[in-house]
């Protein structure tokens, strides 16, 4: 018999299990990083692009850096996380609004004919 115990997983030391909550949470956010650039990139192709990237990132920085704040105000006068989800997913029905009116297309005229090459 071996006089190594083994340890079993619930059994890790912080920092490992550390290691793998910043890997997963990596992970989620690279793959969000790519569709940030290349959903407006084709909702609004052309020579100002860059600037509408700016302010979808500005948007998000804004975003991080009050949700978090607002949020434990509202804990801290509520008691409950309740309004602060609310708020949050209040703000995310907006900015899906915003989007929706943003890359809606202008209606085609009736005398309009689509040319044939």
């Known amino acids: 018999m071996s006089s190594r115990v083994r ?17 997963r949470r990596g992970g989620h956010a690279h ?11 084709d909702a609004f192709a052309g020579p100002h692009l860059g600037a509408i990237l700016g302010v ?4 998000g920085g804004l975003g991080g850096a ?3 704040v607002l949020g434990g105000w509202l804990f801290d006068v509520t008691g409950s996380y309740h309004l602060a989800f609310t708020a949050a997913c209040l703000a995310v029905a907006g900015s899906a609004v915003a989007a929706w009116i943003a ?15």
């Open 103 to 117: 890359t809606r297309q202008a209606p085609i005229a009736a005398t309009t004919r689509p040319v044939m090459p």
């Open 56 to 59: 979808v990132q500005a948007g």
């Open 7 to 23: 340890k079993r997983p619930e059994h890790r030391d912080a920092a490992s299990q550390s290691r793998v909550q910043k890997r």
């Open 31 to 41: 793959a969000r990083i790519a569709q940030l650039s290349a959903i407006p990139a």
């Open 66 to 68: 009050i949700g978090p």
